[in-house]
Nanobody
């Protein structure tokens, strides 16, 4: 059974930094793509980033390019989302998702996953 557990998040001032973690059991994250999504209050969930299996090919939504970095630690079976230069518009519940296709693909934002983390709140406020 695949389990996905997130950690990290919290309250940070504008311009600050946070790192989210996505740890999985029952699946090797090096063999599947892992996506990050977020949902702000009153808004639909939106894709943020994706990292493919093996080659660490990454994809980002335009609104986080240059600020967010997704990476994977194969030894720990964990995917990270490092977020820099955060602004209030980044406030949302962030989710990681895996147990889906092996690669993100050109249409990574439409991928379907069977394993989702519990979500973690990120609040950017002064």
């Amino acid at each position: 059974q695949v389990q996905v557990v997130q950690s990290g998040g919290g309250l940070v001032q504008p311009g600050g930094f946070l790192r989210l973690s996505c740890a999985a059991s029952g699946i090797n994250l090096d063999y599947v793509a892992t996506g990050w999504y977020r949902q702000a209050p009153g808004k639909e969930r939106e894709p943020v980033s994706c990292i493919s299996s093996r080659a660490h090919i990454t994809f980002y939504a335009e609104f986080v390019k240059g600020r967010f970095t997704v990476s994977r630690d194969n030894d720990r079976n964990v995917v990270y989302l490092e977020m820099t230069n955060l602004n209030p518009e980044d406030t949302a519940v962030y989710y990681c998702a895996t147990d889906g296709p092996p690669r993100c693909g050109r249409h990574w934002y439409d991928n379907s996953y069977d394993g989702w983390g519990q979500g973690t709140q990120v609040t950017v406020s002064s």
